[in-house]
């Protein structure tokens, strides 16, 4: 059974830094595309970033362009997303998620075929 399990969340004050972590297990993703979404309350889950399997090819939302990087490990199953300068308006729960076969995806949500469960980012003001 494929499972994909973030950690890393938590509560930090404006400004601040988070390092999220994906451990995906159940198969190997190393050769398929990953991904960072992220659902604020009352609103629609919205893309953040995207990596293709080799690390080559990256995409940002532009809301977290020059703040956010994504990377990966791919002989851990891993994928990070390290978050800077953080705002309140980063606060939602942040969702991994990866391809089952595709080796580049991007910013759409069925792109992705397998999420994980969330991990909550609070940022106060």
């Known amino acids: 059974q494929v499972q994909l399990v973030e950690s890393g969340g938590g509560l930090v004050q404006a400004g601040g830094s988070l390092r999220l972590s994906c451990a995906a297990s159940?198969?190997?993703?190393?050769?398929?595309?990953m991904g960072w979404f992220r659902q604020a309350p009352g609103k629609e889950r919205e893309f953040v970033a995207a990596i293709s399997w080799s690390g080559g090819s990256i995409y940002y939302a532009d809301s977290v362009k020059g703040r956010f990087t994504i990377s990966r490990d791919n002989a851990k199953n891993t994928v990070y997303l390290q978050m800077n300068s953080l705002k309140p308006e980063d606060t939602a729960v942040y969702y991994c998620a990866a391809t089952k076969l595709a080796v580049v995806a991007g910013s759409k949500g069925y792109e992705y075929d397998y999420w994980g469960q969330g991990t909550q980012v609070t940022v106060s003001s």
């Open positions: 159940g198969r190997t993703f190393s050769s398929h595309a």
